[in-house]
């Protein structure tokens, strides 16, 4: 009979998690949201060495929520923004690396063994502009080679010819 209370006690913690953060907003008018599987990753990656296209292997799919500031939405950004950093300090999520000062800052997070995660959170912010939240799922994916990878593709090293057109995204 205890384990049932405790059960019932432990069940009735009703955390968000970031998958149901996004379900809940991708069709809202106030964000943007598309979601990108593996396939439009893959176009002519040439430039990228062995183990830059052995993790782009790894990852199955991308979703991406961006919310735009705009004129009169400052308040609602703010509320949006403190509710996913909510969501981020549970202890499901580990965080991986900060960077940025001032109004801009990204933090990296993931879910899964330290070595082989099973999804890369990105949430990177802009008190002028707005912020965005990324996941990448995958299998047992390489933390330090997302990384890698992430900078290539800051770089222009990686091919994404079929994805959206970002220009101005959270213009």
């Known amino acids: 009979m205890l384990v049932l209370i405790a059960l019932g006690v432990v069940s009735c913690k009703n955390e968000t998690t970031l998958q149901e953060y996004y379900v809940e907003n ?14 439009l990753l893959t176009g002519d990656n040439s430039k990228l060495n ?3 296209k052995a993790t782009l292997e790894t990852i199955k799919k991308v979703n991406v929520l961006g919310f735009p500031l705009k004129d009169g ?9 403190a509710k996913l950093t909510e969501i981020l300090k549970s202890d499901k999520y580990q965080q991986l690396m900060r960077y940025g000062g001032g109004n801009r800052k990204a933090e990296l997070y993931y879910l899964g063994e330290e070595d082989a995660i099973d999804e890369l959170i990105i949430f990177g912010s802009d008190d002028e502009k707005g912020f965005g939240i990324a996941r990448v799922t ?3 994916m390489n933390p330090e ?9 800051e770089k222009g090293e990686l091919d994404v010819a079929g994805l959206p057109d970002l220009d101005g995204f959270l213009d």
Request: glycine share 2%; proline share 3%; hydrophobic share 35%.
């Open 26 to 39: 991708q069709n809202s008018q106030q964000y943007l949201a598309f979601d990108l599987p593996a396939s």
């Open 50 to 52: 062995a183990e830059q």
């Open 73 to 81: 939405n400052k308040e609602f950004y703010e509320a949006e923004k």
């Open 138 to 140: 995958g299998n047992d």
């Open 145 to 153: 080679a997302m990384i890698r990878l992430l900078k290539s593709f």
